[in-house]
């Protein structure tokens, strides 16, 4: 199979609701990226990655179909990129543990990823251990050249490359089968959450990208700032708030904002941390709503969405199908 010059491919935890981090580190990103390459971007929801910590067979189902629903209500074109689930591809599932009988348990047991989880507290099964070598897999499965990704990511995509050489160096002999990927960082590959930590849902300090109306005002009242009084000068630089408005501010716009932070006043008239959460939060909800209006069609049209699904995985599978007889004839598998 002729692959193209360039593929683009990323996968999207389908756990948990999509917050501002997500859209700024990766979903925003790829949605551009369609235009830059039609017909060449692959994004695939990590349905088996979920596993590893969704055990209720209901909320996987929803948290699945709740992100396609937000990517194509953000603006995911399916006649320009794909979007399928990830276990509609189950070819996947095979070139994991291809790929897993030439990794060193040493490579996965550096894995940042890993380590964390478990500091976290959840129990390290032997999924959470070989996450990266399915996240390799799902990569090199499509011939994929371009991973954009949040920064968390990159040692995962770092893996991936390593599991491609290592394949082709066992295996095949003259001609490596698996092309070696690349990660890509978004411009904004950090965000903040709710309380100046990185905005995570493991953390519980995340803005929901849908949110609106009281309960999104509610939210970012909860931001946290320090306790100068109304009217003093404030740093626009230490203040969370002022760091979430730099991602809907024009450049002009902010340089003013920073203005009346530094002077504690705007107009002549005191300026606080509440207006700034009042603009935030203005802000945000302009941002998303026609996004919201969107993913509120699709709510109302489910089969819309499972169309997409369904057409897409069929491309997806042909791909994945091909690369993987190619790995097998090369194992000496049938
Ligand atoms: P979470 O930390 O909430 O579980 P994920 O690990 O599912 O988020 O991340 C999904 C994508 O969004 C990844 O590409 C990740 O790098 C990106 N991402 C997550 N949180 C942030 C953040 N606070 N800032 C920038 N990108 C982020
Ligand atoms: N691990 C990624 C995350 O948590 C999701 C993911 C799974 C992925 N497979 C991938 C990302 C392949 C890029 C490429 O965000």
């Not at 790929?99 to 060193?104: I, P």
Request: with cysteine; net charge neutral.
């Amino acid at each position: 199979m002729n692959l193209p010059r360039t593929r683009v491919l990323s996968g999207i935890q389908s756990s948990g609701e999509k917050h501002l981090g997500n859209y700024f580190g990766a979903i925003q990103q790829h949605i551009e990226l369609q235009h830059e390459f039609p017909g060449e971007c692959f994004y695939f929801i990590a349905d088996f990655h979920a596993l590893t910590t969704v055990h209720d067979a209901a909320a996987m189902r929803e948290g699945v179909v709740e992100v396609a629903r937000s990517y194509l209500a953000l603006g995911l074109n399916p006649d320009k990129a794909l979007l399928f689930r990830q276990s509609d591809v189950p070819e996947v599932t095979e070139l994991a543990w291809l790929l897993a009988t030439v990794t060193g348990t040493g490579l996965l047991e550096r894995g940042h990823s890993f380590k964390e989880k478990v500091a976290q507290g959840l129990k390290p099964s032997v999924g959470l251990f070989l996450y990266p070598v399915l996240m390799a897999a799902d990569i090199l499965v499509y011939g994929s050249t371009t991973v954009p990704v949040g920064k968390d990511q990159i040692q995962h995509v770092e893996m991936a490359q390593d599991m491609a050489t290592h394949f082709n160096q066992t295996h095949c002999a003259g001609e490596p089968i698996l092309r070696r990927p690349e990660w890509r960082l978004s411009q904004t590959p950090y965000v903040a959450g709710l309380d100046g930590r990185k905005m995570s849902s493991s953390y519980g300090n995340t803005l929901p990208l849908f949110a609106s109306g009281k309960p999104l005002r509610k939210m970012i009242a909860a931001v946290a700032t320090d306790s100068t009084p109304l009217g003093q000068p404030l740093d626009p630089d230490k203040c969370t708030v002022f760091r979430l408005l730099s991602l809907f501010l024009q450049p002009d716009e902010l340089e003013r904002v920073g203005g009346w932070y530094r002077a504690g006043k705007r107009d002549g008239q005191p300026f606080g941390y509440g207006h700034a959460k009042q603009l935030l939060a203005e802000r945000y909800e302009a941002h998303f709503a026609a996004a919201r209006a969107r993913r509120e069609e699709l709510v109302a049209n489910p089969q819309q969405v499972e169309d997409v699904l369904t057409r897409s995985a069929a491309r997806a599978r042909a791909v994945a199908r091909d690369t993987l007889d190619r790995c097998r004839q090369a194992c000496g598998l049938r």
